[in-house]
Each structure stands twice: as C-alpha cells, then as structure tokens.
Nanobody
Framework: QVQLVESGGGLVQPGGSLRLSCAASGFTLDYYVIGWFRQAPGKEREGVSCISSSVGRYYADSVKGRFTISRDNAKNTVYLQMNSLKPEDTAVYYC?????????????????WGQGTQVTVSS
C-alpha cells in the first residue's frame, strides 16, 4: 500500500527555518519524482519543489534560494529544508509522487498524496 506521511510543520517566526519530511512506504522513492506543494488559506494549491534522481531538483521562483529539497534513499524519505521563512510561506504543505517521465510541478501528474503538514510563519 502506497503511503506518504509528512511531518515537521509548526509555528516559526519570520526569518526562521523548518525542515519538512516526507516518509514513503509501499514503494521506493528513488524510482519516482517527489514533489512538495502547498496550499494557503483561500488560495489554490501551488507547486514548491520536486526532486528526481535521474533529472535533478526544481524550485518555484518564490522559494528559490531559500528552500532546499533532498532525499535519503536509505530512509525512503524526502526533505524540504525551508530557511528565511516569510509570512507568505504559511500554508499546508503536501508531498506527492509522480512518474519520472512527469518531472515537474504539474499537479495533475501526481498520483499519491500525503495528508499535509501545517506551516505557520508569524511573529
């Protein structure tokens, strides 16, 4: 059974950092693209970053230079290190999987989703 579980969200002050984790079970992360998406209150869900062992890493312009995506194949886990957080980063963050051929942040290509983890950036 394919399952993705996000963790690591919380409340942080502007300028602070958080590291989100996406733990996978039922399949091997290394064979797929893993994407991070977020949905802020009243807004549509948007792509943040994705990683593929065969292609590399991709970041949305809004997070480039502040967020870093990585993976630990031994733990079957993908991470999203978020630095210099801003209030506009406040959202529920989701991880999801897609086929390697669907590398990118087109949400319609992602088949399995986690339940999300809340990130709140506020003073």
């Amino acid at each position: 059974q394919v399952q993705l579980v996000e963790s690591g969200g919380g409340l942080v002050q502007p300028g602070g950092s958080l590291r989100l984790s996406c733990a996978a079970s039922g399949f091997t992360l290394d064979y797929y693209v893993i994407g991070w998406f977020r949905q802020a209150p009243g807004k549509e869900r948007e792509g943040v970053s994705c990683i593929s062992s065969s292609v590399g890493r991709y970041y949305a312009d809004s997070v480039k230079g502040r967020f870093t995506i990585s993976r630990d194949n031994a733990k079957n886990t993908v991470y999203l290190q978020m630095n210099s957080l801003k209030p506009e980063d406040t959202a529920v963050y989701y991880c999801a999987t897609a086929r390697r051929a669907d590398y990118g942040l087109d949400q319609s290509k992602y088949n399995y989703w986690g339940q999300g983890t809340q990130v709140t950036v506020s003073s």
